[in-house]
């Protein structure tokens, strides 16, 4: 008698608490998939969201040029003065094309027979480039100097971020894939100073030279670089360069 009551009493609670789950999953999902299926292409949701990126940099483009040419028709020593201010800025902002010696470094993942061969005593995320690699090169650039930086081509400024999407690098919100070619302008024996000085990046260069990791890393000084005007989205409504 005592098993049947709790039966009885148990089973409309278990009933009533499942329609309340019910009832809360609705309302969240809001008649939709809680877990859409296009969330489990990540190629596909990244090339979809890089589409979306590249006609939003096309409006701001042309948003950009209608903004200067209704300043430009401004009679006004305030509003010239800014603009001036603005022209002056865009250099080191990373808005105008620098060209001149420098040096190329290409990072890739481990040749795939050693990822396929790799010991139980090797980590395999070691045998990969990641995101905090590509930054270290970057960072060392920076500190070695370099007047303007380029991943994969694309100009470098102080709001873009790296990240890393499976095997593919995110910049701008466009993806590419590796190997990852970094280019710095600069005085190359300044930038290559910095590079081999970098704790981090020297850490990379043994990891590169252990056949048992052989994770890529190639270093090459080049007479001329060209790293192209930045022409995506700028983010900062007002910036105050540092002294």
Not at 66 to 76: I, Y
Not at 102 to 113: C, I, K, M, N, R
Not at 174 to 197: F, H, K, R
Request: with cysteine.
């Amino acid at each position: 008698m005592g098993r049947s009551r709790v039966w009885r009493i148990g089973t409309p609670v278990v009933v009533l608490l499942s329609g309340t789950l019910f009832v809360v999953s609705a309302q969240s999902s809001e008649g939709t998939d809680l877990r859409p299926g296009r969330y489990d292409d990540l190629a596909g949701l990244v090339a979809a969201e890089a589409e979306r990126y590249e006609e939003l940099a096309d409006q701001v483009v042309a948003l950009n040029d209608e903004v200067a040419d209704l300043g430009s028709q401004v009679e006004d020593d305030t509003v010239r003065r800014a603009q001036a201010e603005v022209e002056r800025l865009r250099d080191p902002a990373g808005l105008v094309e620098r060209t001149g010696p420098g040096v190329q470094v290409t990072l890739s993942d481990a040749p795939d027979a050693v990822i396929d061969a790799v010991p139980d005593d090797i980590e395999k995320k070691l045998l990969v480039v990641h995101q905090q690699d590509i930054q270290a090169v970057v960072n060392a650039l920076w500190k070695g100097g370099a007047e303007a930086v380029t991943i994969a081509g694309q100009r470098i400024i102080s709001t873009t971020g790296i990240k890393c999407e499976g095997n593919q690098v995110l910049l701008q919100g466009l993806p590419y894939p590796q190997p990852y070619v970094i280019e710095g302008v600069g005085d190359p024996g300044s930038l290559t100073s910095a590079i081999a000085e970098d704790p981090y990046l020297q850490v990379y260069r043994e990891q590169a030279d252990d056949p048992d990791i052989a994770v890529g890393w190639d270093l090459d000084l080049e007479d001329e670089v060209t790293a192209p005007a930045y022409d995506g989205l700028l983010g900062l409504s007002f910036a105050r360069p540092l002294r």
